[in-house]
């Protein structure tokens, strides 16, 4: 069956541009959620999506990151006035329910602000 | 706040085993355990919930040390498949949660 999906696979911006990043949650999956990935770093929580519930932002590291969900399908996850600092690899990530299952990631964007 | 991963790198010769460890500061709830190849997504390897239960996966296994709040991956007879950087991410809740990742461990095996 079809995996998560994200697009582009790699995006070059200037600094200072915004940048719109996608990601397509395997079918089912309720829970949606999106981590950054510096250079031989680990991975960084972001913002996750439970269903219908508010979601939970307290990873955002600034007020120019934003993220949206339609329903319980496609994310947006949008970066505002790019910094150099934001170039990362941007993953998403989905799974069942509420209760706790494993995380199935996409390929991730790679960001690269010039 | 973020578990710390020991070693941070290890060259092994196929058909040697070795341990990894993920321990935290915080009491936890569950430890899921990825490895992610070279500019690969992280692939799934297994969840431990709180309890202390060991479980396997072929010839990885892993164990979850709650009074410790640390868990360990042992993979036994590497194979050249098993190269790449293992994360522990933990959870310290029992439902559905973000997850909090270590800065991972590079695995080589050599032939």
């Known amino acids: 069956g079809a995996g998560v999906s994200q697009s582009p696979s790699n995006k070059v911006t200037e600094k200072g541009k915004d940048v719109e990043l996608r990601c397509d949650p395997i079918?089912?999956?309720?829970?949606l959620y999106w981590y950054r990935q510096r250079l031989g770093q680990g991975l960084e929580f972001l913002i996750y999506?439970?269903?219908?519930?508010?979601?939970?932002k307290s990873g955002l590291p600034s007020d120019r990151f934003s993220a949206e969900r339609t329903g319980e399908s496609v994310s947006t996850l949008t970066i505002q006035r790019t910094q150099q600092e934001d170039s990362a690899v941007y993953l998403c990530?989905?799974?069942?329910?509420?209760?706790?299952?494993?995380?199935?990631f996409g390929p991730g964007t790679r960001l690269t602000v010039t | 706040q973020q578990p710390v991963q020991s070693p941070q790198a290890v060259i092994l010769r196929e058909g040697e085993d070795a341990v990894i460890n993920c321990s935290s500061s915080?009491?936890?709830?569950?430890v899921h355990w990825y490895r992610q190849k070279h500019g690969e997504a992280p692939v799934f390897l297994m969840i431990?919930?709180?309890?202390?239960e060991q479980k396997g996966h072929e010839k990885i296994s892993a164990s979850f040390n709650e009074k410790k709040q640390q868990s360990s991956l042992y993979l036994t007879a590497s194979q050249l498949s098993y190269s790449g950087t293992y994360f522990c991410?933990?959870?310290?809740?029992?439902?559905?949660?973000?997850?909090?990742f270590g800065k991972g461990t590079r695995l080589s095996v050599i032939a």
């Open positions: 990530a989905s799974s069942w329910g509420q209760t706790i299952y494993e995380q199935y």
């Open positions: 431990l919930l709180k309890g202390g």
């Open positions: 915080k009491a936890l709830y569950s």
């Open positions: 999506f439970q269903g219908n519930s508010a979601p939970d």
């Open positions: 991410g933990t959870g310290v809740v029992s439902g559905n949660t973000p997850l909090v």
């Open positions: 079918s089912g999956h309720t829970a």
